[in-house]
């Protein structure tokens, strides 16, 4: 437990956030005093500079401040405790003390503001203290991101739907999915479900342009060649997809794909697919529990070239168990061979330290420092391909939040990567799970209807899910 004293004011977020940095995945507890036992960060302001001390058991450990600038209290507050706590630790996080999941839409507020990316990326150096190299990543995938989202139509949404089975579960899998041997004779009446959702979405989109839709999951190819047939038949049944820009099928798992459920993808309408293996390397594969082998990879890969898919994504996992800077760079050139158009890197959180003792557990450090390596080959490998970033979103709760890349070739780029990440578009949503997510252009506020997440549930339930959306939108 980490214990936070916020002293005269009530800015817990600017205060918990800088404290994550250092220390993630602990549970933070606003108090009005030093405590006796544990860790204690007070924070206050003391005219126009904020204060930040560090108590171990009731001990006073060291203090930092920060003047008040243009930024405002809450800035000054927060940089206080970061710079505190990483004079402390000796560690310098490469984002600096910018927290939250989309680092571009700090470029992105800067430039709306007249600022130049020059500029812009100057700021996040000097107000954030993000290294050079992560500013520049910033306002790249910012200015990427601008462009893309020039593309969106004026009263246009996006549609997602959720397929949450699985061939099995992989070792690091927080999504919502299901076995695929377990729920097997369950398949046809969620689809029942998923569809009477679809029909009512469909309803509601009417008046509307439906640009991008997006078919994920769980696995969506864990679904055999004749549903999947069922389901796209339905969606386009349903849904004017006339001026549609982008349809994506995450194919997934190579375990799951077979040249007839290909065919079904492209016959249905899709035109962009995605591929994971994660890794490129054998041992990897059966650490993380995948049914498959690099050569099964390579197999379904050409055969969706085959097939005439023209739009192929591969997802990679970096931090996989047993991986280092060798294993990334085998698997960087086993895709370069391949050529996909799109590229997706993501990191796995690594090991999380406990406690801020003299250092951050050594292991934590050292771990974090290999995966900045790892991100730097992948990052030089996907550039050397002729992909280049054009969105990204970052880890939450763990050392380094460190991010997550897609790269694309120029004119391939996934229009509801960005929508999604950036929140400004309404994204119907259907499916266990799924999460209808309601923009409004002009307040720029955001509801959300969420559906439950069991499957037997969903199936049971889908009359209200209808309802909540009915009385939501």
């Keep these: 437990m980490i214990y936070i004293y916020m002293d005269g004011h009530d800015r817990m977020n600017d205060v918990q956030t800088a404290v994550q940095i250092f220390m993630p995945n602990e549970k933070y507890k606003p108090v009005d005093g030093i405590q006796d036992e544990g860790i204690t960060v007070r924070s206050f302001l003391n005219g126009d500079r904020a204060v930040a001390e560090l108590y171990e058991n009731g001990?006073?450990?060291?203090?930092?401040?920060?003047?008040?600038?243009?930024?405002?209290?809450?800035?000054?507050?927060?940089?206080?405790?970061?710079?505190?706590?990483?004079?402390?630790?000796?560690?310098?996080?490469?984002?600096?003390?910018?927290?939250?999941?989309?680092?571009?839409?700090?470029?992105?507020?800067?430039?709306?503001?007249?600022?130049?990316?020059?500029?812009?990326?100057?700021?996040?150096?000097?107000?954030?203290?993000?290294?050079?190299?992560?500013?520049?990543?910033?306002?790249?995938?910012a200015l990427a991101e601008r462009n893309i989202l020039k593309k969106a139509h004026p009263n246009g949404v996006s549609l997602y739907v959720g397929i949450p089975f699985c061939p099995t579960r992989c070792l690091y899998c927080s999504f919502t999915s299901y076995p695929l041997d377990k729920y097997r004779d369950r398949v046809d009446a969620y689809l029942d479900a998923l569809i009477k959702e679809l029909r009512f979405l469909g309803e509601k989109a009417e008046g509307k342009h439906l640009d991008s839709i997006y078919i994920g999951g769980g696995t969506p190819t864990s679904l055999s060649a004749e549903q999947l047939k069922r389901l796209m038949g339905a969606i386009g049944d349903i849904f004017d997809l006339s001026g549609l820009m982008e349809y994506t099928v995450e194919a997934g798992r190579p375990d799951t794909i077979t040249p007839?459920?290909?065919?079904?993808?492209?016959?249905?309408?899709?035109?962009?697919?995605?591929?994971?293996?994660?890794?490129?390397?054998?041992?990897?594969?059966?650490?993380?529990?995948?049914?498959?082998?690099?050569?099964?990879?390579?197999?379904?890969?050409?055969?969706?070239?085959?097939?005439?898919?023209?739009?192929?994504?591969?997802?990679?996992?970096?931090?996989?168990?047993?991986?280092?800077?060798?294993?990334?760079?085998?698997?960087?050139?086993?895709?370069?061979?391949?050529?996909?158009?799109?590229l997706t890197v993501h990191?796995?959180?690594?090991?999380?330290?406990?406690?801020?003792?003299?250092?951050?557990?050594?292991?934590?450090?050292?771990?974090?420092?290999?995966?900045?390596?790892?991100?730097?080959?992948?990052?030089?490998?996907?550039?050397?391909?002729?992909?280049?970033?054009?969105?990204?979103?970052?880890?939450?709760?763990?050392?380094?939040?460190?991010?997550?890349?897609?790269?694309?070739?120029?004119?391939?780029?996934?229009?509801?990567?960005?929508?999604?990440?950036?929140?400004?578009q309404t994204i119907f949503a259907a499916g266990a799970g799924a999460s209808t997510k309601l923009c409004d252009p002009v307040s720029g506020r955001i509801d959300r209807i969420f559906n439950v997440k069991n499957v037997d549930e969903y199936i049971a339930r889908i009359d209200e899910m209808i309802d909540r959306k009915r009385k939501g939108m």
Excluded at 284 to 303: C, F, K, N, P, S
Excluded at 328 to 340: C, G, R, S, Y
């Design 347 to 424: 990191t796995l959180a690594v090991k999380r330290a406990s406690r801020l003792r003299e250092n951050l557990g050594d292991y934590d450090l050292t771990k974090a420092v290999l995966m900045e390596k790892m991100i730097d080959i992948s990052s030089f490998g996907a550039r050397n391909m002729g992909l280049h970033p054009y969105y990204m979103y970052r880890q939450k709760n763990m050392l380094g939040s460190f991010e997550n890349v897609g790269y694309a070739k120029k004119g391939f780029e996934s229009f509801y990567n960005v929508v999604i990440m950036e929140e400004t």
């Design 260 to 342: 007839d459920k290909l065919r079904a993808i492209k016959d249905g309408g899709a035109g962009r697919i995605s591929i994971n293996p994660q890794t490129m390397n054998e041992k990897t594969l059966r650490l993380i529990g995948r049914a498959h082998t690099v050569e099964d990879i390579r197999r379904v890969y050409y055969q969706a070239r085959e097939t005439g898919h023209e739009n192929i994504n591969m997802d990679l996992i970096l931090g996989l168990p047993e991986e280092g800077e060798a294993e990334v760079t085998k698997t960087m050139e086993d895709i370069a061979e391949l050529a996909p158009e799109n």
């Design 59 to 141: 001990a006073p450990v060291c203090s930092e401040t920060a003047e008040v600038n243009e930024e405002g209290e809450g800035y000054a507050l927060k940089a206080a405790v970061y710079n505190m706590l990483k004079k402390r630790s000796s560690y310098i996080p490469p984002w600096g003390m910018m927290t939250g999941i989309r680092p571009a839409k700090k470029a992105n507020a800067y430039m709306d503001e007249g600022l130049t990316p020059e500029e812009s990326a100057g700021k996040l150096t000097r107000l954030y203290e993000a290294s050079h190299e992560k500013a520049d990543l910033a306002v790249e995938v």
